[in-house]
């Protein structure tokens, strides 16, 4: 006779279990990224859930349950962007994306096709010039004077940390010979003292401030399409980093409307108002939208030479890069966060900026840890401060992209000794700390295919170099295929809702056209999602 205690466990159970699934997918090829169940060939799903993982699930079935064939198609976890910007991803996708424009001189064509169309006076913004395309020498004001005199121009680097703007830009901000540089930024000048139109991190600030803010409709136009295309790209979760009032404005709106088919988790921007409202008030947690966390930044990137290093720029022995934000500001905002149940995810890039960083953590998390904070990025690290990730159980978010875009110049930039520290994946898994895998799109580009086999390869879309850059630090396809999971999940305290298919987790997941786990490495980037199920809802089917 079965004790009381387990015939009341069945008899909770048993409800569960009457009821039949509203969709069960066979003939399947299942990652679930679950150690204790990790292959399967079927689930099925109810009320947005996942309700059983394994073979024949046919007894879940009843008159009213969809099922689908998956006819041998690999499935797997919904992926998690764990450092990405959804507005921006919605002004790129209604605007020019420059990021593989070859040189100066295309650019400024396509400002004068711009400028041609546009009313004289008003702005033009464009986001994604390289200056590593055309063998790295930054732009001036005077390219841009000649395609468009008439309109005040603002461009964004690709990193986002340096903006090129011409001299009806300059003349608007009141930049001038006598102009200081502001506290975390530069104004590059030339040799007369003359701004060259390329600010550096908190200088473009200076420009920015006079463009036009974009209006609600616009913002909440630009989230909607972000959210479509991470639906259709395999994204079922983004960490948005850097939120504004009105952003979270227009994603209620739009969760309304039903027309947001992904789950955005919040980080706050900066230490401002809206911050203060949410220190009062506490965490926000919700199904699509989660506000739990706040935005900060240490430094500038390296592709403009921002980031801040111990030691000078391998390629400007005159340069240590930027510290944007004093080390007593983060201590004071880590010691909030935690108090009030906030994690602090903050932008650090070089060395210098990385262990101010977990400096000023410490005193808020006084060793072993559940706060989990975070270092966004965390490319370049002295070998000796990995250590202290795991002393302050401290998560790095990286984004395996920007290691295999940045190969191409970070020697030269950096040198061989701090190579050894740089987009070190591997270092952190040996320590055992999850790595949360993203894109920062638009910085990269957002399909998360390219970002997985990044990974695994540590090389770009043509199979360069062919061991892969630094290949000590290559993940297994495993471990990336985590990083892109529930490794993401965990870093937002998730991890017991997604991240892996497992009965009771939301039923986000996706059915690929091709095996990713078995593939050839570049047949990998080819991949297409054939469809997104969120909540155990089809939000996008590949035509």
């Not at 930054?138 to 703007?165: I, M």
């Not at 608007?172 to 003359?194: F, Y």
């Not at 022995?317 to 602090?344: D, H, Y």
């Not at 870093?491 to 009965?503: D, I, R, T, V």
């Amino acid at each position: 006779m079965l004790p009381i205690v387990a015939l009341l466990g069945l008899a909770l159970a048993w409800p569960l279990f009457a009821q039949p699934a509203d969709l069960i997918l066979k003939n399947a090829r299942i990652y679930t990224v679950d150690k204790r169940n990790p292959s399967a060939t079927a689930l099925a799903v109810r009320a947005g859930r996942i309700l059983a993982v394994g073979g024949d699930l046919s007894s879940y079935a009843g008159p009213s349950t969809q099922q689908i064939d998956a006819r041998g198609a690999a499935i797997i976890p919904g992926l998690i962007d764990s450092h990405a910007h959804m507005r921006g991803l919605g002004a790129l996708l209604e605007s020019r994306d420059l990021r593989h424009v070859a040189t100066v001189a295309a650019i400024a064509d396509y400002i004068r096709e711009q400028a041609a169309k546009t009313p004289k006076g008003q702005w033009i913004t464009a986001r994604n010039w390289d200056q590593t395309n055309w063998g790295g020498q930054f732009p001036t004001a005077a390219d841009l004077d000649r395609a468009a005199p008439d309109h005040p121009v603002f461009l964004s680097r690709v990193d986002g940390h340096a903006g090129w703007v011409n001299s009806r830009a300059l003349s608007l901000a009141g930049i001038n010979q006598s102009t200081p540089d502001p506290h975390g930024g530069k104004i590059l000048r030339d040799s007369s003292g003359q701004a060259t139109g390329i600010l550096i991190d908190t200088a473009q600030g200076l420009v920015r401030s006079k463009v036009p803010p974009p209006a609600f409709a616009q913002i909440k136009r630009q989230l909607e399409l972000a959210a479509r295309e991470c639906a259709r790209l395999g994204l079922t979760g983004v960490h948005d980093a850097g939120v504004s009032a009105e952003d979270l404005r227009a994603y209620r709106e739009l969760i309304a409307e039903d027309k947001l088919p992904v789950r955005i988790w919040a980080m706050i921007g900066g230490d401002g108002t809206l911050w203060r409202e949410y220190l009062k008030k506490g965490p926000e947690t919700g199904d699509k939208l989660t506000v739990r966390a706040i935005k900060l930044y240490a430094d500038g990137a390296l592709g403009s030479r921002g980031a801040a290093l111990w030691q000078p720029y391998t390629d400007d022995k005159s340069n240590t890069g930027l510290l944007i934000t004093p080390m007593e500001r983060i201590q004071k905002v880590a010691v909030e966060a935690a108090a009030a149940g906030f994690q602090v995810c903050t932008h650090a890039i070089g060395d210098r900026a990385n262990r101010t960083v977990l400096d000023a953590y410490k005193s808020a998390l006084k060793g072993t840890n559940d706060k989990r904070f975070r270092v966004e990025h965390a490319q370049v690290i002295s070998l000796p401060d990995f250590q202290l990730f795991k002393d302050y159980s401290v998560l790095p978010a990286m984004q395996a992209t920007h290691a295999t875009s940045d190969m191409r110049w970070i020697d030269q930039r950096i040198g061989p000794d701090r190579i050894a520290g740089a987009y070190a994946w591997r270092r952190f898994l040996a320590l055992g700390i999850p790595v949360a895998n993203g894109s920062d799109f638009p910085v990269e580009e957002p399909n998360p295919m390219l970002g997985f086999y990044a990974s695994f390869t540590r090389q770009d879309a043509q199979g360069q170099p062919p061991a892969g850059w630094t290949p000590d630090q290559r993940m297994t396809r495993a471990e990336a295929l985590e990083s892109w999971t529930l490794s993401g999940a965990y870093a937002a305290f998730e991890e017991k809702l997604k991240g892996s298919l497992e009965p009771g987790k939301l039923a986000d997941f996706l059915v690929l056209d091709r095996d990713i786990m078995t593939a050839e490495p570049r047949d990998v980037l080819a991949a297409k999602v054939r469809m997104t199920f969120l909540g155990g809802k089809l939000v996008h089917q590949l035509p």
